[in-house]
């Protein structure tokens, strides 16, 4: 069946350090990409989406490109925040076998940002 | 606009009793998902409901059931509640169904079983 596969956690940075949080998928068909978010407490946000190979998707300074030959979406920023502290989820909601926008979750990556 | 809320935020429960729980999406959305989230883990897929008919189901078992009324609110139901149904209880909405249809997500419902 269709998965997502994360890098571990906990990553510890500091501020203005270079975030790479990678992520892999497994599908069967072509599936729509996601990297949510997740703050102590809240629900998830959505970040930023892919939706065809090729596609960056991107929102407040994060960015992360639909690389079909890698099967990969991995999350980027220039220069990360303390305010970025939070765990980060990469999903897919499959287009195949009548879907219907269900969303498939990775494990989660922990970010911690120090001052 | 409000976004999806949900209730209760915290629940405790003790095993073999049943839980429900409320769901109300952002305003024109008509489909609603649910996902369990156990600790340190990603949201598993429960249930999706659009247009009040059920659209999808994940890999759980009959004791959860959901329902969904004609303002598109939800509920979810468990029965019989074991120690592993203790989690976080996402709520999603989104304007319809698809792949591409973002998901807009809730605060979630906590819910401890002793």
């Known amino acids: 069946g269709d998965s997502v596969t994360q890098m571990e956690g906990p990553v510890t940075l500091s501020e203005e350090a270079f975030l790479t949080i990678n992520c892999t998928y497994t599908?069967?068909?072509?599936?729509?990409l996601f990297w949510y978010v997740q703050y102590p407490g809240e629900g998830l946000q959505l970040l930023l989406k892919?939706?065809?190979?090729?596609d960056k998707g991107s929102n407040k300074g994060f960015e992360a490109t639909y690389r079909k030959e890698t099967t990969s979406f991995h999350l980027e920023k220039g220069s990360v925040q303390v305010s970025d502290s939070a765990v980060y989820f990469c999903a897919l909601s499959d287009r195949d076998g009548g879907s219907q926008g269900n969303l498939i979750f990775g494990k989660g990556t922990k970010l911690s940002v120090k001052p | 606009d409000a976004g999806v809320t949900q209730s209760p935020t915290h629940l405790i429960k003790t095993r073999g009793q049943q839980v429900t729980l409320r769901c109300s999406p952002i305003s024109g959305h008509k489909s609603v998902s649910w996902y369990q989230q156990v600790l340190g883990q990603g949201p598993q897929f429960i249930f999706q409901?659009?247009?009040?008919?059920?659209?999808g189901r994940g890999n759980f078992p009959d004791r959860f059931s959901a329902r969904q009324f004609p303002n598109y609110s939800s509920e979810l139901n468990v029965n019989a509640l074991l120690l592993g149904d203790s989690a976080l209880y996402l709520c999603?909405?989104?304007?319809?169904?698809?792949?591409?249809?973002?998901?807009?997500f809730g605060d979630g419902t906590r819910l401890s079983i002793l």
């Open positions: 409901y659009y247009e009040k008919e059920e659209r």
């Open positions: 999603a909405s989104s304007l319809a169904l698809g792949p591409n249809q973002p998901q807009h």
């Open positions: 892919a939706t065809k190979a090729d």
């Open positions: 599908a069967t068909g072509y599936p729509s």
